[in-house]
Nanobody
Framework: QVQLVESGGGLVQAGGSLRLSCAASGSIFRINAMGWYRQAPGKQRELVARITSGGSTNYADSVKGRFTISISKDNAKNTVYLQMNILKPEDTAVYYC??????????WGKGTLVTVSS
């Protein structure tokens, strides 16, 4: 089992920056990918960025060049970060941390709200 703790959401003006963090603890040795998804009001949840345990990354086209995903590891936890720069009002959403495990299991964080004002 994996426990997730998210932090870093908030209100920012367009053009500003925020950094989201998600700390995973528990069976972290089984994690093969971590990522961030987002869901705006009235829209489906979508992938924002994902990073594998080997360091490979992929991004949604809408955030390429503005967002950066990274990961840090220690014996007790893996932490995935999402650095978000040049934020736009259309980035406003609830952002969810996601963890995929090697046997196919998946865990979701509770979500953190990011609001970008114009």
């Amino acid at each position: 089992q994996v426990q997730l703790v998210e932090s870093g959401g908030g209100l920012v003006q367009a053009g500003g920056s925020l950094r989201l963090s998600c700390a995973a603890s528990g069976s972290i040795f089984r994690i093969n990918a971590m990522g961030w998804y987002r869901q705006a009001p009235g829209k489906q949840r979508e992938l924002v960025a994902r990073i594998t345990s080997g360091g490979s990354t992929n991004y949604a086209d809408s955030v390429k060049g503005r967002f950066t995903i990274s990961i840090s590891k220690d014996n007790a936890k893996n932490t995935v970060y999402l650095q978000m720069n040049i934020l736009k009002p259309e980035d406003t959403a609830v952002y969810y941390c996601n963890v995929n495990l090697d046997y196919g299991g998946s865990y979701w964080g509770k979500g953190t709200l990011v609001t970008v004002s114009s």
